[in-house]
């Protein structure tokens, strides 16, 4: 079984300022990882996913997230947020020999970007 | 495209009455996803169909819960007889066949049961 941990619900931060939302998975298989985003009222999009290769990844509108397959983390970061980052981030993993690709999500974490 | 769509996306019912939420996937997708979310459970997986055939239906929560896709373009999540801890925002997705695709999300049904 695979399950992942959202260690904040809610992450408070000023425009400009960065921000870390931490995530970590356990699994007895390698995984793959991902970081959704929800944003008000809507249904979740792809920011970026680990699959294999540089354990530093790069997605859209400034994210990156580091996989740490000794901790194992996949935190997200983007060094300066915008007002219009202010939505909920899932982070989510997926068993390389799934069927499909299944994903288990974590709690989500509710960044509120303030001006 | 026109992504997946949903609807309704709204739906307000009575404790007993059934509830059908239907889904369009993006044309040409082969994988189809069921979520739920609440403020208790988060995001939730309940059923996903891969060519139209039921994969893995180990997160629907009982027998009430029942979905089908007669097509590769229409799925439908029911719920007979629903219950007010059925309250919740239920999301399609769909992806293209191989593993690790990326699931575009539809904009989700918010279900209210009085």
């Known amino acids: 079984a695979q399950s992942v941990t959202q260690l904040d619900s809610q992450v408070p931060v000023f425009e400009e300022a960065p921000v870390e939302l931490r995530c970590n998975y356990s699994s007895s298989v390698s995984v793959y990882l991902f970081w959704y985003v929800q944003y008000p009222n809507q249904g979740l999009q792809l920011l970026l996913k680990y699959l294999s290769g540089s354990t530093l990844v790069k997605g859209i509108n400034g994210f990156e997230a580091e996989f740490n397959k000794s901790q194992t983390s996949f935190h997200l970061r983007k060094p300066s947020v915008h007002i219009s980052d202010t939505a909920e981030y899932f982070c989510a993993v997926s068993r390389t020999k799934a069927a499909g690709n299944k994903l288990t999500f974590g709690g989500g974490t509710r960044v509120l970007v303030k001006p | 495209d026109a992504g997946v769509i949903q609807s309704p996306r709204h739906e307000v019912t009575e404790m007993g009455q059934e509830v059908t939420l239907r889904c369009k996937p993006i044309s040409g997708h082969n994988s189809l996803f069921w979520y739920r979310q609440t403020m208790m459970r988060g995001l939730e997986l309940l059923i996903y169909f891969n060519n139209n055939v039921p994969i893995d239906d180990s997160g629907m929560p009982e027998d009430r819960f029942s979905a089908k896709m007669p097509n590769a373009s229409f799925s439908t999540l029911k719920i007979q007889p629903s219950e007010p801890r059925d309250s919740a925002v239920y999301f399609c997705?769909?992806?293209?066949?191989?593993?690790?695709?990326?699931?575009?999300f539809g904009p989700g049904t918010r279900l209210t049961v009085l």
């Open positions: 997705a769909s992806s293209l066949d191989s593993l690790l695709d990326e699931q575009f």
